[in-house]
Nanobody, 123 residues
Framework: QVQLVESGGGLVQAGDSLRLSCAASGRTFSSYAMGWFRQAPGKEREFVAAISQNGVSRIYVDSVKGRFTISRDNAKNTVYLQMISLKPEDTAVYYC????????????????WGQGTQVTVSS
């Protein structure tokens, strides 16, 4: 079992950058693939990015390719989401999630979730 805590959200202007962090508890972090999702008001939770257990493989939703980078530090039990060139449409609550399988893009497929961190991008 793993517990996840996100941080790093905030209010920024369009074009700015933010780095989200997700700290995981437990000694088995490296056995989990990690994902980032986001949910805007009135919308369903959507996939943003995922990274494999060893950090070698990564996938992104098309809308963030070239702007967002997912990474992890297994020694620190932390996964990151570096976001640049932020747009107002990136405004959402961002969640990290963990699962034993890599490549999952649907929220229902992930076993563990953090509480979320708000990202607001003003125009």
């Amino acid at each position: 079992q793993v517990q996840l805590v996100e941080s790093g959200g905030g209010l920024v202007q369009a074009g700015d950058s933010l780095r989200l962090s997700c700290a995981a508890s437990g000694r088995t972090f490296s056995s989990y693939a990690m994902g980032w999702f986001r949910q805007a008001p009135g919308k369903e939770r959507e996939f943003v990015a995922a990274i494999s257990q060893n950090g070698v493989s990564r996938i992104y939703v098309d809308s963030v390719k070239g702007r967002f980078t997912i990474s992890r530090d297994n020694a620190k039990n932390t996964v990151y989401l570096q976001m640049i060139s932020l747009k107002p449409e990136d405004t959402a609550v961002y969640y990290c999630a963990a699962d034993g399988d890599y490549g999952l893009v649907y929220p229902r497929e992930y076993d563990y979730w953090g509480q979320g961190t708000q990202v607001t991008v003003s125009s």
